[in-house]
């Protein structure tokens, strides 16, 4: 049953307010009805969910993030224990995403400097530090320390709740089986290219799109590993007949499309001619996090510019 | 001597002319004094040449287009020969550029599209079709020949100049020794990075510069590798301390930076968190074309879109 | 009847020949059927109308540009007449075009410089310098007389076609009648605003649209007035409910949206506060040009960065 | 004295605190004499000075927040006093502010919803709502109030100390003389036009450069006026020889450049020509918020497009 599971880290009063407000058997079946009628997908109800925190006074924020386990003992095994931290046993969700880390690599001059910002971090807000970024390398992890240390307390707070509620949409997707007769979460990708120096659709342009994969470990290294998906030739409107990505294919991870900008750029007698020309192929690399979205994701291009965002 | 080579496929008049005007022993010493002062590099020069080619006649542009030989030629050593490409032998300077056409891999239908849109267009035009392309791809040269063989004689015979010159240029720059106590053309490379959620440079992001390099041929195909030339991390104002590149690295190829945008954003409190960012690293893949310019290659980021251009 | 008027200077033949294959009553019935399936609407007409030109040789080609009236005739009455400039009549067309051209400002020195560009322009040519701007300012053609003086002759022709197609196609739909039943020639004005600073949509964004039209003229100056022609709010997915514009309100011209993007972004808690927001009230001006087509004109912006282009 | 006066609303221990620390008479002479080193401008001793509210504890925050009038009182002199507000004299800096509001023009339902806005948010977060926004309108204070009200606790001082910080920056500046010798705060403005069409710099472009000011009042309501400050043509970089704007001429306010991109473009031929161009006369409205800093306006244009951003 979806309202027994973990998504905030041994937190299980949000989930269960939820549930007791309006979909527990002892209340007025209208109400019953009514949250059936109004809970219609996975997102409504994470909505729903998490405004139980942000309504929240500061005590439940504290509480909630206090709950967290302290980073190092995720990803550096040889943190010594101290007491604070044997306070807090790591969940199994939460022991997962650590092996994804892939910070086992620190220098001794990072491991220092991770352990000493760790340390500012502690001190002065008094809860662990949380990130909800996935796959984070030791940079990301270093940068979001440095950065976050000298926050203003409520800025950090509202920050690292942030994160808890990141974490929470991930734990939950991942333990909601589809709707029966569906096939994926909803989400799609879609693609456009505007040829800006025409002023026009840029249509028949080869695109490819690859995905990334892990590779198999090097040297205690992470590798990975870009496999072709599909290839495409964009129509006169300059789209994709229909979205390249949707129901189980559309799923969380690294993407790139790579437009073939020089080779249509080569029918057109443009103005100022480069043997090698400033865009030949365009790589576009970029994440799909949310399986419930539309990504929309285009290129802008000229054959000296070129722009790209996350439309829907 | 540089007034010797052919940098024009079999028409050294126009160097010629220019010598002529300009340089003659036989001249008043003024005006070989005055030229001597004005062309004081290689671009110049190159842009006084060319005038006389762009001020030619019909006839004279005719004459010129009609020295190139056919492309497929070329390209496709099975071609058979025909009475008007006999007339025309192949240089040593394109027969060099020849060898980097990589189009031996044509399918029997796109050899048969080739042939039909290259017949086309010599019948059209009544000139060869000429591509000033490093490297082209026979996609590169389908995508020409097919935009191009319906244009009206007027634009073909502009385009066909503009390639004309562009070779020009190309072969004129693999043949200028660089003068006394200088190192490399002259041209160099920068970078900018600009964070438009915050409205400020961004500083402290980490960059990374790769050349693309042949690599070694499998089954008949062209590979390329990429090589990590060098690392750098954004300044205050965000931008590197000093070119990139400049004197001899500074060379015409393919070249690839690599912005760690995500671990950047990861020590701001963003209003909308990514899981897995929309934009981790990003790799921006451009040509050096013209080894006398500077190009400034800069990005201009928010965590949800971005976008380049070839700037100076 | 639609065959009869004059859409390209005094050169009936182009059109006589589209009617005379595609059209004539003494044409096999079946081409001219097939003829009137497949002329669906007056792009396509037109699209079938300029290949005569596009196709034709040097001396059609040269024909037709010499057909034009002489500039200096039209913007300038103080033009001494000459033997080659009583040749040309200028049409009905042309006369009417020739007032909306609003050069009666030159100083004395652009005076001189006009005509010195427009002499120059004549001898190295042999034909008129033509135009196909609307409205344009003094600027506007000295600007282009200055860039087009010193193209070869193979560009400068195609660049006159050019503006003789667009001549000829501003002229034709003046003279089509809409088809019986239909309002306006299918051509809409639509509008997306995208938040590039959290990759969403911009929701709830005020937007205004205005239209610029003459004023009473100040002193021999043209004035121009800015009418408010509509209020929208983007909706949740940053568009508007349904095209700005369409039918007979799609109509030539230039127009400017107006967006509150500071009124839109006080609603974050943005990282960079400014008491003067960098973007408040961001206007964008834009004309219309081509009444059958759609035109998407969106706005990427963050509170520090913003873009937009013709889309479709 | 700089530290007798009021920067932070009814609260100078922030101020008493710095000196205390750093310039007391009291204090050992070198610590004196290294902060005199140290704080070289307005901005260093500001980033000081805020940094004890930002290391400050929750009480502080509240303290400081509550001391600020409620907004209603500001705008709405009709606002019936309760308990609450006579708390809370409103300071001669704040009523000054007050008076740039320009709210008075609240509709009966606006007044209804601002109202209802405005009780909702002090109940929810216990403090007066704080906007730093010059001159803003009745459309930019509900828009910051919707949006606000639904935010967390700890999101809401975080965002509101923000404000508390921009009005203290804004009051200190108007505090501070020039300092001897100088002239203006040492900002500038400069500005930057790139063809992104053609790959280069846009040389010769006319820029215009406007500043908004108030006009006469009209019928209770607000207008502004555009005066034209300078007329620019961009050089062959495609900059202005020298900032646009510096010294005492860099004045807080809104301005706006002017490009004239299809003037510009009409001297290259085109591939797809405009009879109207859609990027005529380009205008760019910005504010300048901050007379210390370096603001560069760039344009990067194509016949079909455009982007700028703040950049340094």
Same sequence: chains 1, 2, 3, 4.
Avoid at 88 to 110: F, M, Y
Avoid at 128 to 145: D, E, G, H, M
Avoid at 238 to 250: I, K, M, T, Y
Wanted: charged share 25%.
């Amino acid at each position: 049953m979806l309202f027994n599971i973990g998504i905030y880290e041994k937190t299980p009063w949000i989930v269960e307010l939820f549930y007791n407000v309006n979909l527990s058997p002892s209340l007025d079946s209208t109400i019953v009805t009514a949250t059936k009628e109004r809970i219609v997908n996975v997102k409504i109800l994470f909505d729903e969910i998490k405004q139980y925190i942000k309504n929240g006074d500061r005590e439940k924020h504290l509480q909630l993030l206090r709950m967290h386990p302290d980073l190092c003992l995720k990803i550096d095994p040889a943190t010594p224990k101290d007491d604070s931290s044997k306070d807090v046993d790591i969940t199994k969700e939460s022991r997962q995403e650590q092996g994804r880390a892939g910070l086992s690599t620190l220098t001794p001059d990072e491991r220092t400097k991770f352990h000493s910002l760790n340390n500012q971090y502690k001190e002065r807000f008094e809860f662990p530090f949380i990130l909800a970024v996935r796959n984070a390398s030791k940079y990301t992890v270093l940068s979001a320390l440095e950065g976050r240390v000298s926050s203003s307390i409520e800025e950090e707070i509202s920050c690292a709740l942030s994160q808890v509620d990141k974490i929470a949409w991930m734990r939950l997707l991942t333990k909601v089986d589809y709707a029966e007769g569906t096939n994926g979460h909803g989400g799609f990708l879609t693609c456009h290219v505007l040829d800006t120096a025409n002023g026009s659709p840029a249509s028949g342009m080869r695109i490819e799109l690859y995905r990334y994969e892990d590779g198999p470990e090097q040297n205690g290294k992470r590798t990975q590993q870009r496999i072709l998906l599909k290839s495409f030739v964009t129509n006169s409107d300059g789209r994709l007949d229909g979205p390249a990505l949707r129901g189980v294919e559309f799923d969380v991870g690294q993407y790139e499309w790579q437009f073939y900008v020089g080779d249509y750029f080569a029918k057109f007698s443009m103005s100022r001619l480069s043997g090698t020309p400033f865009l030949d192929v365009v790589p576009l690399r970029f994440g799909l996090d949310d399986p419930t979205e539309h990504y929309h994701v285009p290129l802008l291009v000229s054959p000296w510019s070129y722009s790209t965002y996350r439309g829907s």
